[in-house]
Nanobody, 126 residues
Framework: QLQASGGGLVQDGGSLRLSCAVSGSLFSKYAMGWFRQAPGRERVFVAAVSILGRTFYEDSVKGRFTVSRDNAKSTVYLQMNSLKPEDTAVYYC??????????????????????WGQGTLVTVSS
């Protein structure tokens, strides 16, 4: 089970930190990703962190968002700074199957991920 939280309403330029708590064991053996879906649009990749801590970002969030993981807490985070109205979306966390590595190619692909959380809404007002 993946439980995302931390969404809310924030002004343009503000910050939020999303969390995704994962139940079950061996959290450290799963790569984790964040995706988002704006109203009327497809779900798209935002960021990911591999089993070894390597990170990947969609171009529009590079330098503003930071993905991290705390294996002791079985939680992955998405720190979002300098938020813009176009960041408004429902944000979903996801994990790969057990002990699957991710690369520059596979991290961006929804099909790489097996389990999905319920989403948390982020609204950035202008």
């Amino acid at each position: 089970q993946l439980q995302a939280s931390g969404g809310g309403l924030v002004q343009d330029g503000g910050s939020l930190r999303l969390s995704c708590a994962v139940s079950g064991s061996l959290f450290s053996k799963y790569a984790m990703g964040w995706f988002r879906q704006a109203p009327g649009r497809e779900r798209v990749f935002v960021a990911a962190v591999s089993i070894l801590g390597r990170t990947f970002y969609e171009d529009s969030v590079k330098g503003r968002f930071t993905v991290s993981r705390d294996n002791a807490k079985s939680t992955v985070y998405l720190q979002m700074n300098s938020l813009k109205p176009e960041d408004t979306a429902v944000y979903y966390c996801a994990r790969t199957r057990f002990n699957i590595g991710i690369s520059e190619i596979t991290a961006y692909n929804m099909g790489t991920y097996y389990d999905w959380g319920q989403g948390t809404l982020v609204t950035v007002s202008s």
